[in-house]
């Protein structure tokens, strides 16, 4: 199925607001405004941005400690996001979660969890609660190609196979768990064949092809919609920064980043859209303007926002903290 | 008044909440066929289903975690651990997931998911069957912990925890399943962190819990036979705790034991010991004592488990060693 017009340049605009959110995260992360681990989405837009597009408002999305572009893509308000960043009581989880924590209930975007792996049982348990509620919604589940290695993830699998449960596995294979390549940490180096242990469909996608993201996930949303059970995708893809930013990334050549870039998903969607006659080069440029002041209004909205009170210290462990009464 | 045995107020309070409530359904390794490894759900998943009582692989990272994702979606899960041994292969979920999320999440999320699970040695299940390990949830901020040692308390508190908005684990006995209790007709809730003085009396206070209660009240009567009154309090939650009734109570007998299967070093015993005295220290006639398992793993030979563990000769001891 062809994806319409307006979506299309949706999708590059997506893409565009994720860049620079990153980018703008970098600079606070930079000028100490943002503290802790913080790890950047940038070369992957195309997986978040064409395998959200293929939801209805209400599927779970369930994510990595790499989240921000995710939560974008599901349409949370920048400078919320900004603001968790930058620790303010204006975050989207009122500083207490950061940069790995995002979470946004109301958007059904159920958070970004900072054990590999460790949220596919929580992302198979949303499927089941579907299930049980005869709900129409399917789970969409981001991981990385680390994660396919943890015990979890193999739980996770059969249990979603063995009740047809409607959840897509989306795994992010950026080559890289920290520093140790999928080669030397995966008896698959094609992570979507251990879909086959499970009688699981397995698919590769072109993870820097956000058309072909969403032409796969169209797809495998729909499979697991209609209640043939869940699906496992590969997006092949490559995190142009260091794991975190701490990490220098010298584990890869130069070389290697440079053909991966050769192939970045922005540029690339932007040649279609001309070629195709889809959009013009000035609305291309005025998407570029557009998304440079969402994220420069985020960062100063971000900076301006209050801290958290001490009294918000001890909120928020429990709804109920009363007992004798 | 009817009498039950612990086990069947487990199975009277799941099978009030699920006829109460249909989004509370429960899972785990054989709770459905054969009703559980204790015998808890027996007759379930006849009444129920086995979509609402579902057997699950043998996966309890997995359980803990699909009770997460379920309870997001609005359902109220139960998920039973086959014993608190395998807690320990769950521990990310517990700790990580379950604990934290709605602290971490700014308070976005509710979690009212309950986790069953057994703990308990003494009876020659050796090293890796025997844990008592409730220390290390109370030490976990974001997680209730619920630990009856009566059919009573077990329905009350398990008909609490059903309801609870926030996520329980509720802590069993497997040498329990088989007592017996009196348990009314009428339905009842009992609340969470409200202890219970299980015996009063003046000379000393005697706080145990789970399997160490009965323990406690069989010392107090072969205590009061020569003259000792011991006043037993069983806190039957850990997280949140009653310490009032507990200070109250130390506050008027001057004297402390604290009593649990579970190991002595940096025990719970170690925590309300440190509370007694942060509270209470000119009040005290004496040390507070801490009865506790010995710090090895549980061997397997009868007399060296009945050495590592403690029972009612160790609290009466405890006691005399105070108030003689």
Redesign the interface.
């Known amino acids: 199925m062809a994806i319409p017009a307006a979506s299309q340049l949706k999708l590059y605009k997506n893409m565009l607001l994720m860049r620079r959110f990153e980018e703008g995260a970098a600079e606070g992360y930079a000028d100490g405004f943002i503290g802790g681990f913080m790890h950047l989405y940038i070369g992957q837009e195309a997986v978040a941005a064409g395998a959200i597009s293929s939801l209805n408002h209400d599927d779970?999305v369930i994510a990595t400690y790499r989240d921000h572009a995710h939560a974008l893509a599901r349409g949370t308000p920048p400078e919320a996001l900004m603001a968790e960043l930058y620790g303010r009581e204006t975050?989207?989880?009122?500083?207490?979660?950061g940069s790995m924590?995002f979470?946004?209930?109301s958007r059904y975007f159920?958070?970004g969890?900072a054990?590999v792996g460790?949220?596919?049982?929580?992302?198979?348990?949303?499927?089941?609660?579907?299930q049980?509620?005869n709900?129409d919604r399917v789970?969409m589940a981001f991981l990385g190609d680390g994660a396919s290695n943890q015990?979890?993830f193999h739980?996770?699998m059969?249990?979603a196979k063995?009740w047809d449960l409607p959840v897509v596995f989306l795994c992010e294979n950026n080559f890289y768990g920290i520093a140790t390549a999928v080669g030397t940490s995966s008896s698959y180096n094609e992570i979507h064949r251990k879909a086959q242990g499970y009688g699981i469909p397995g698919r590769v996608v072109d993870g820097m092809d956000v058309r072909a993201v969403r032409a796969a996930c169209d797809e495998a949303v729909r499979y697991a919609r209609q209640g043939s059970g869940p699906v496992l995708l590969e997006a092949r893809c490559y995190r142009y920064q260091g794991h975190s930013m701490t990490d220098p990334g010298k584990y890869r050549s130069q070389a290697e980043a440079d053909l991966w870039k050769k192939r970045d998903p922005i540029p690339r969607l932007a040649r279609q859209l001309l070629e195709e006659g889809i959009a013009t080069q000035a609305e291309l440029d005025a998407a570029q303007v557009e998304a440079n002041r969402i994220v420069e209004a985020a960062m100063q909205y971000a900076e301006r926002s209050p801290e958290p009170s001490p009294a918000a210290l001890y909120?928020?462990?429990?709804?109920?903290n009363t007992?004798?009464g | 008044m009817a009498e039950l045995r612990y086990f069947e107020a487990v199975t009277q309070a799941l099978q009030e909440e699920m006829a109460r409530d249909d989004r509370v359904f429960l899972f785990g390794e054989d709770v459905g066929l054969v009703g559980g490894t204790f015998r808890c759900t027996e007759g379930l998943m006849a009444e129920f289903g086995s979509r609402r009582v579902r057997d699950t692989p043998i996966a309890e990272a997995a359980i803990v975690g699909l009770a997460i994702g379920a309870a997001i979606t609005g359902m109220r899960p139960v998920a039973e651990l086959m014993t608190m041994n395998f807690a320990i292969v769950a521990m990310d979920q517990i700790v990580n997931h379950v604990s934290k999320m709605r602290y971490m999440f700014g308070g976005g999320v509710k979690l009212p998911l309950v986790i069953r699970a057994p703990a308990g040695g003494g009876t020659q299940k050796a090293a890796q069957h025997s844990h008592c390990i409730e220390s290390w949830f109370v030490n976990t901020p974001g997680i209730r912990v619920v630990i009856p040692a009566t059919p009573y308390d077990v329905k009350g508190l398990l008909k609490t925890s059903i309801r609870s908005e926030d996520p329980v684990l509720f802590i069993e006995h497997e040498n329990l399943y088989s007592t017996r209790g009196e348990v009314p007709e009428e339905e009842y809730l009992l609340p969470f962190g409200v202890a219970d003085i299980k015996r009063p009396g003046r000379d000393v206070t005697v706080v145990a819990w789970s399997r160490m209660l009965p323990e406690a009240l069989k010392a107090a009567d072969m205590l009061a036979r020569e003259g000792i009154e011991v006043e037993v309090i069983d806190p039957r939650t850990l997280d949140p705790l009653d310490q009032d009734t507990i200070l109250s109570s130390v506050a008027r007998t001057h004297r402390a034991v604290i009593a649990e299967e579970g190991w002595r070093n940096v025990g719970v015993g170690a925590e309300l010991a440190a509370r007694i005295q942060e509270h209470l220290f000119y009040d005290l006639e004496a040390p507070v004592q801490r009865v506790a398992a010995a710090d090895v793993p549980t061997p397997y030979a009868r007399n060296l488990e009945k050495l590592a563990l403690p029972d009612a000769r160790d609290i009466a001891d405890a006691v005399l060693k105070i108030t003689l």
């Open positions: 779970y975050g989207v989880c009122k500083g207490k979660g924590h979470y946004d209930g159920v958070g969890y054990i460790g949220h596919l049982p929580i992302a198979t348990g949303l499927a089941l609660g579907i049980m509620r709900e789970v015990g979890v739980e996770s059969n249990m063995l909120e928020d462990l429990f709804v109920e007992f004798h």
